[in-house]
């Protein structure tokens, strides 16, 4: 299963969706306050049209790298354009696995992702051994799970509306 940029998944995803859901360029704040990014945009699942990663580009606080958060890691304050992910710190999104547009994110990479994140999450268990011949993504809901409302029915918006796309309806 690719992971795509949602511009590339949904062309017109502005024109589907709340003009407030469009989360670009929101900051990402970590524990403290402290700002350790901003949101460049969001990879969604190719299959299944389920939003997985919010791309952050650290820039100048964190040696100008892109980093993958999870999508449920992150609580969205819309009228702050802000993305607050509790637990964050600075250190480890310096110890995130860099992302960029060449890499192919395959199953042994996103575990890097989440292996950095799992002590932050209480629900996590931390002793669990990744197997990727059995590993499913619903066996970390805390990472993946939509909680927003707002996000959570853009989302489903964006699949119906492909959906009909795809079958000529539109």
Do not use: C
């Not at 024109?15 to 969001?42: C, L, R, W």
């Not at 927003?148 to 079958?167: F, G, N, V, Y």
């Amino acid at each position: 299963m690719a992971l795509i940029k949602l511009d590339e998944y949904y062309p017109n995803y502005r024109e589907q969706a709340p003009h407030d859901y469009d989360i670009t360029n929101f900051d990402v704040i970590a524990k403290g306050d402290e700002k350790v990014g901003s949101v460049e945009t969001i990879l969604v699942d190719e299959d299944s049209g389920n939003f997985r990663y919010l791309v952050v580009d650290t820039g100048f606080w964190i040696l100008g790298k892109k980093v993958l958060l999870p999508i449920a890691l992150g609580r969205i304050v819309y009228m702050e354009r802000q993305v607050y992910v509790q637990g964050l710190t600075k250190e480890e999104v310096e110890n995130m696995p860099e992302y960029n547009e060449n890499l192919t994110i395959d199953p042994d990479y996103e575990e890097r992702v989440r292996s950095v994140l799992r002590p932050m999450v209480d629900k996590a268990i931390a002793n669990e051994v990744y197997n990727p011949d059995t590993y499913d993504l619903s066996q970390e809901p805390y990472f993946y799970e939509i909680e927003d409302q707002t996000l959570k029915s853009t989302q489903e918006k964006l699949i119906a509306t492909k959906k009909r796309r795809d079958k000529g309806f539109e």
